[in-house]
Every structure is written in structure tokens, then in C-alpha cells.
């Protein structure tokens, strides 16, 4: 495709569920981000993947947050036990190896009521 | 730790320019962004300077570096209404991962009066 391919756009769960936000990256970008942009505020770094490795996790909240790239490619944000506050704007971003523009999704908006 | 501040609204008639600025803290920042965002969009990259750079104009924008000061700003001469949006300034840092990790401001609402 031509741009970063985010779905589901929106998305609704109940508190506690499971949800998982796909992330479909611009072809043959090694480098993958996961932001979340909470009301008002600017995007804040969840994890970073160079290829299929999750190289830099440091940003997760805590271990309801997972991710995984198995082929490199396509990303899934997993959030397990949703809670209100995890409301929010989950941004993709990726970016060729050693380059320092990144490319954002138009984002999943995540609203857990 | 990184702290990225901006000043949250600006007001500008319809042809004037727009100056947008921001302070940040990392001294070691390589690049510095600005992102544009839309009402529900996702983050359009406008322009960014590398951290040895004082000065990048690219056509209708100007962005300024003060390394001395941690200061940046972007003006955006001749403003249109279509560039009513909010402004994000983000520093990258090169992370021990090898990651370029941006850190945001909460963003600067532009309104364009016509």
C-alpha cells in the first residue's frame, strides 16, 4: 500500500476484554513503532521493532500490553483486561532501517466503556 | 528525562504568518520534528532539522534552532485556512535499541481566521 494501514479505525470494547489493533506498515520498512495519544496530549512511545524483534519495550504500560511482528511485516498491538484508561489514539509508525522520518497510520481510536 | 513543551493555542488572521515554538531539554536530540494533525487524522510530517542545522526553509515554512537555548520554532508564512490544525514538536533521540524514539509536546492548536 501506499501509507501505514491501521485497523480497525475504531474500535469499542467492554472493560476487561481483549483487544488487538493491526498495524500494516509501508512495504519493506524494517522499522516499526507503536505510539498512544491519549485526549490532549501529544503521542507517547510504546514499543519499537527492528524487524520480527521487539527491540525496545521500555514504553509499555504494563504487562496487559503485548506486541508481536512475527514476519517483519504486519504488527499487532495486543491489550489484554481492558480498562477505561486505555481509552485512547494507538498510533503505527515505520520508518526504512537508519532513517529518521517516520510514517504515521491515521490511528485505531481504542474507547473502552 | 525528555520534556517537550509548547504553548497550547494560537490565533492568526488569514494571510499573516504563524510562528509556532517550542522549548525541549534533551541536549543529546539529533532531529527535531514538526507534525502536523488534522481533526481525526493521524500525524502528517511537515518538515524536521537535524540538530547541527540552525535555519531549513521549505517553501511556506521556516523552522529555527537554538541549540544554545533548546529552541525551535516553525513559521508558517501567508496562512491558510487549511492550515488550521495542531502543530507537534518532537525530538528524536537515538536509543541504546537503535531506535529513533520520538518524544512529543502536547501540540500547539493553530485557528486560521479568514
Known amino acids: 500500500g501506499a501509507g501505514v494501514s491501521q485497523t480497525p479505525s475504531n474500535k469499542v470494547t467492554e472493560k476487561g476484554k481483549y483487544v488487538e489493533l493491526r498495524c500494516d506498515p509501508i512495504?519493506?520498512?524494517?522499522?516499526l513503532y507503536w505510539y498512544r495519544q491519549s485526549l490532549g496530549q501529544g503521542p507517547e512511545f510504546l514499543i519499537y521493532?527492528?524487524?520480527?524483534?521487539?527491540?525496545?519495550d521500555s514504553g509499555l504500560p504494563n504487562d496487559r500490553f503485548f506486541a508481536v511482528r512475527p514476519e517483519g511485516s504486519v504488527s499487532t498491538l495486543k491489550i489484554q483486561r481492558t480498562e477505561r484508561g486505555d481509552s485512547a489514539v494507538y498510533l503505527c509508525?515505520?520508518?526504512?532501517?537508519?532513517?529518521?522520518?517516520?510514517?504515521f497510520g491515521q490511528g485505531t481510536r481504542l474507547t473502552v466503556v | 528525562g525528555e520534556d517537550v513543551e509548547q504553548s497550547l493555542f494560537l490565533s492568526v488572521r488569514e494571510g499573516d504568518s504563524s510562528v509556532i515554538n517550542c522549548t525541549y531539554t534533551?541536549?543529546?536530540?539529533?532531529?527535531l520534528y514538526w507534525y502536523k494533525q488534522e481533526p481525526g487524522a493521524g500525524l502528517q510530517l511537515l518538515t524536521y532539522i537535524f540538530s547541527n542545522m540552525d535555519m531549513k526553509q521549505d517553501q511556506r515554512l521556516t523552522v529555527l534552532l537554538n541549540k544554545k537555548d533548546k529552541h525551535l520554532s516553525l513559521r508558517i508564512a501567508d496562512t491558510q485556512t487549511g492550515d488550521s490544525a495542531i502543530y507537534f514538536c518532537?525530538?528524536?533521540?537515538?536509543?541504546?535499541?537503535?531506535?529513533?524514539?520520538?518524544?512529543f509536546g502536547k501540540g500547539t492548536k493553530l485557528s486560521v481566521i479568514p
Open positions: 534533551d541536549s543529546s536530540s539529533t532531529y
Open positions: 521493532f527492528q524487524g520480527t524483534g521487539a527491540a525496545d
Open positions: 518532537a525530538e528524536s533521540i537515538l536509543s541504546w535499541a537503535g531506535s529513533y524514539q520520538l518524544t
Open positions: 512495504s519493506g520498512h524494517t522499522a
Open positions: 509508525a515505520s520508518s526504512p532501517a537508519g532513517n529518521t522520518e517516520a510514517f
